[in-house]
């Protein structure tokens, strides 16, 4: 009976140790922006689709680029090209909702990228000052 007892201790054990990474807690964190290049939307005046070759894991993200030059620019500075209110829909925000934001909604006002869903047009240039401004104020109660 000893030798079956080794056998299946021994195929348990490498039964764990064989798992792939991310079946032992270590998952992979969720692509941001549907894998679109966050730089892109600054530099190429809109989103461009990211490469898993240039990839790199910011907060708990994983961010895509369509360039080593982009991925660059992004490492030394995230916080100039991360969109506001962690990617939700600005509009949504400011009415006091969580909404999911759709990458290809967005609007760059005052250097800074927000998102806003595919549920209405995005706002005027005159209206996004005011809903930023409601959105800012929602996003601070969170914190």
Not at 8 to 30: D, N, S
Not at 87 to 106: E, I, M, Q, V, Y
Request: hydrophobic share 40%; with cysteine; glycine share 10%.
């Amino acid at each position: 009976m000893m030798p079956i007892r080794n056998f299946l201790a021994f195929i348990a054990l490498a039964l764990v140790t064989g798992l792939p990474a991310h079946a032992q807690g270590t998952a992979e964190p969720a692509v941001a922006l549907q894998g679109m290049d966050v730089v892109s939307y600054f530099k190429e005046g809109g989103p461009v689709k990211g490469q898993a070759a240039f990839r790199h894991d910011f907060d708990g993200a994983r961010y895509l680029f369509s360039s080593a030059q982009n991925k660059a620019a992004f490492v030394a500075d995230p916080d100039r090209y991360l969109p506001q209110f962690d990617g939700l829909c600005t509009t949504g925000l400011s009415k006091g909702f969580n909404s999911k934001s759709d990458p290809n909604a967005w609007k760059i006002v005052d250097g800074k990228l927000y998102l806003f869903s595919t549920y209405g047009p995005l706002p005027a240039d005159s209206q996004a000052p005011e809903i930023i401004a409601g959105a800012n104020r929602n996003w601070a109660k969170r914190k």
